[in-house]
């Protein structure tokens, strides 16, 4: 009789040991899904196009063609790298264009400059991860020297940080769908800097013929040409959108609001940047970039008041997307 009272009790037994088992089996399975999980949110996603676009023109008494010989290249690039963190996010893009032309009348001239790096990082506040507490940082500037080939003689306006615009600041950020996001900042730090030689002038000792001087080109930008940069502080309202139009079709944006309370905080600088990116297929593509800004302090040479201005970029050739 004990006999048979102990066989069921030893399946009890080894049940219960089996349950066990399989119970820690399964924790761990969990812990591995959870380390692989966290291992997958600290990784890095990186990528982007990167396009060559190239024309080359060559006429002898052709009617409507006055130029014999005309080369026009250009460089794009449009870059991203994304850290989806595990309680957060870093996201960073860097948008590139050089392009030039060189004719037989005019010579060689720059047409297109444009450097922008941008970079946010953003803490949860809540799971559904819709709110965060962000943090941007900004650069904007060009490559090389640009000229007003409308003076006479060329006037320097632009060159490497001159200017160059550095933007910090820490704000919320609302993203209510992973296809746009708004970052707000009622306190944001911007410098303006005019470096590479801002005492250069078209002119000898930057005295114009009929006896007037010109301009630094410091002051072309607000900056005092001493102090070759300029401390800001104000408001920051940041819009970004990226989504898919059609297949193949994407289309990027961002709307950067910035207010200056230290001087005329009622006009509002502004600058706006968008991609249109064509994949035709893995080595062929077209990308369009239209680029608008608005600076208070920007006065172009010749004028009374800053004017908006406005770069449109358009690159038919190879691109590569990795």
Known sequence: MNKLILIPVSFLVLGVQAQEIRKKVDEQLVNKEIAADTSKKS????????????????????????????????????????????????????????AWVNNQSQGLRKTSDFIDLFSKYGRRLHKDGKLSLSAIG??????????DYELTPRRRTSGFFAPATILFTPGLEWKPTGKFSLFMSPLAARW?????????????????????????????YGVDPEKKSEGQFGAFVSANLKTDL??????????????????????IDLFWTNSLVLKVNKWLGVTYQFNLAYDDDFRPEGENGPRMQFLGILAIGVTSNF
């Open 246 to 267: 059609v297949k193949n079709v994407t289309y990027s944006s961002r709307l950067d609001l910035y207010s200056n309370y230290l001087s005329n905080p009622q006009n």
């Open 43 to 98: 990784t890095i996603k990186w990528g982007g196009i990167v396009g060559v676009s190239l024309n080359q023109q060559n006429s002898s008494y052709w009617v409507g063609a006055n130029e014999k010989f005309a080369l026009n290249v250009g460089l794009s690039a449009d870059l991203y790298a994304n850290a989806a963190l595990k309680k957060g996010n870093w996201n960073n893009t860097l948008k590139m264009n050089y």
């Open 138 to 147: 900004n650069l904007r500037t060009q490559f090389s020297n640009g000229y």
């Open 192 to 220: 303006v800097i005019v470096s590479n030689d801002p005492y250069s002038y078209s002119f000898p000792n930057g005295i114009k013929p009929d006896g007037t001087r010109e301009k630094p080109i410091a002051e072309l």
